[in-house]
């Protein structure tokens, strides 16, 4: 089992920044794919962005991508999701979540079987 518990999320004008932290335990965190993911009210739960295991690489949702940076600390289990420039449609419960299998090579926008109970984001107009 990974545990994992979201912080960093509040209320921001239009146009502000959050930062995003995703504290791990449990197995290795560096073992595994990490991701965000969010939810708005009456909406489905959509993906925004994923990092590599080691770091090399990422994938971001088209609506993110040039605002929003993952990153994660390995040596400390963390994961984080920089968010800049962000707009009223950026409103949602944010989740962080882990690869259900570890040291996968690919990234993927599905393979994910742990979750964080989330942290909500509101970005005023």
């Known amino acids: 089992q990974v545990q994992l518990v979201e912080s960093g999320g509040g209320l921001v004008q239009a146009g502000g920044s959050l930062r995003l932290s995703c504290a791990a335990s449990g197995r290795t965190f560096s073992s595994y794919n990490m991701g965000w993911f969010r939810q708005a009210p009456g909406k489905e739960r959509e993906f925004v962005a994923t990092?590599?295991?080691?770091?090399?690489?990422?994938d971001y949702a088209d609506s993110v991508k040039g605002r929003f940076t993952i990153s994660r600390d390995n040596a400390n289990d963390l994961l984080y999701l920089q968010m800049n420039s962000l707009k009223p449609e950026d409103t949602a419960v944010y989740y962080c979540?882990?690869?259900?299998?570890?040291?996968?090579?690919?990234?993927?926008?599905?393979?994910?079987?742990?979750w964080g109970q989330g942290t909500q984001v509101t970005v005023s107009s």
């Open positions: 990092i590599h295991w080691s770091g090399s690489s990422t």
């Open positions: 979540a882990a690869d259900r299998t570890p040291l996968r090579s690919a990234l993927t926008k599905e393979e994910f079987g742990y």
